[in-house]
């Protein structure tokens, strides 16, 4: 069994909720960073909250040096491209380049260091030149975490034009229905999914599809994808975006799409996780007037609570489930729906506690409940 390190995204609670639904055991060390034991090696293109993974190749006090040294020198013949990322404590471009130099003047081969403009090296660095794609492209991540050093070699990075083109470049998008981030919603299903190994088989149903970005990303997992949405118009987006993924990516999945009212619905059986964004009610620009939030707000909690209510009765205790629902931030405080309050009564369990994904100044953000049927 190896060991892994995972550097978290901009919302590292995020990042380490998707670890902990997927991996179970997982270890904090510094607030970004976590490490797990797998006997699989992770694959990064299915973690959305993770920008960077390693496998660690040493843990230990000191003596790291030496050891990195006779490490360089076994890697295959023919030269070097080497980027040296610190974290944690006395992390710094200075600390960063002085490991740089004392690996290239002791390893005694043919080596191209690349320039740290910050302590770690920039995700487009690590991209731009391949590290962790061939056994002589290398990224060594030294993480000085508590009473430990650990050394991590890299393998895998997020690949943010990946998810750039995924959103981007589909030819159904609508504002008006939020725009989803393909990462966020990759983060979802795998909080959904937590209790399964394997996603051959699995359906997962979007009762608010929407452009679909859910199902994107979900037939992409391998899963079978299931939507509905209230609008015509958006199924018509969805099965355009999802025909145009099935073509750019080859997929042989067919999509189950319907018009219908997720707060009456009656979906076909069966189906094993839910994971949506819900209604998200307007959308602003500026602070609403307290009036105009409460009205707002009231909007989305009936709507989201009917959904609720209609989806328990449809689903069996073995059902994932993930539901992103608005949160506001207004006036230096957190709005929340007060169905979030109600889970218990609808028949629901918790099963993560609340995680809010929103970026700085955001008025709208989203909520992410994590629930199983009682």
Known sequence: ?????FILGRQPEIGLAELRALFGKVELVLPNIATIKSNNQPDIKRLGGTRKIGKIIYSGVEGQNDFLVEHLKSLPEGKITLGV?????GASVSSARKTGLYLKKNVGRSMRVLPNATAEITDAATLGNKLGKSPNK???MIIHA???LIVAELTGVQD??????RDRSRPRRDARVGMLPPKLAQIMINLAASQYTATAGKTLLDPFCGTGVVLQEAALMGFDVYGSDLEPRMIDYTKINLDWLKQKYRLSTTPCLEVGDATSHVWQQPFDLVVCETYLGQTYTTAP???TLRENMATCNLIIEKFLKNLHEQIDRNTGICVAIPV?????KKHHLPV????TILGFETKINSLVYARESQIVGRELIVLAKK
């Open 138 to 140: 290398v990224e060594l």
């Open 160 to 165: 943010l034009n990946s998810y750039t083109f």
């Open 340 to 343: 979030v309050q109600k889970l």
């Open 1 to 5: 069994m190896n060991s892994y390190v």
């Open 328 to 332: 506001w931030f207004v006036a230096g």
């Open 146 to 148: 508590k009473d430990q």
């Open 289 to 291: 007037r307290p009036d």
């Open 85 to 89: 990322s610190h974290y944690g404590r």
